[in-house]
Nanobody, 125 residues
Framework: VQLQASGGGLVQAGDSLRLSCAASGHTFSSLTVAWFRRAPGKEREFVAAIFRSSGRPSYADSVKGRFTISRDNAKKTLYLQMNSLKPEDTAVYFC???????????????????WGQGTQVTVSS
């Protein structure tokens, strides 16, 4: 699987952005897909995921109610709609996929097989 993330940019607090992650190679629809982020000086952090083909989303508490993860299996693309952005959302955002993962491990980045290159999101106050 190859993943290509895009859509990052510089925005002001309160603005919205939509990230995309185009996948190629493998059967996309059966994969667990996720977004992680890494802020300067911090560890990689789970943002959101959709578990396999269930369509069941999971979110970090810090983004719940503001971010929405979705997938288009026909286009093999993962999305992250980010609304009401805050300066603390500033980070490099990575998309990832996992073929064998259990639901309780969704937030564990070590369980993901493939990663996109990352896209920078900067939110100014």
């Amino acid at each position: 699987v190859q993943l290509q993330a895009s859509g990052g940019g510089l925005v002001q607090a309160g603005d919205s952005l939509r990230l995309s992650c185009a996948a190629s190679g493998h059967t996309f629809s059966s994969l667990t897909v996720a977004w992680f982020r890494r802020a300067p000086g911090k560890e990689r952090e789970f943002v959101a995921a959709i578990f396999r083909s269930s369509g069941r989303p999971s979110y970090a508490d810090s983004v719940k109610g503001r971010f929405t993860i979705s997938r288009d299996n026909a286009k093999k693309t993962l999305y992250l709609q980010m609304n009401s952005l805050k300066p603390e959302d500033t980070a490099v955002y990575f998309c990832a996929t996992a073929s064998r993962i259990i639901y309780s491990e969704l937030t564990n980045h070590n369980q993901y097989d493939y990663w996109g290159q990352g896209t920078q999101v900067t939110v100014s106050s």
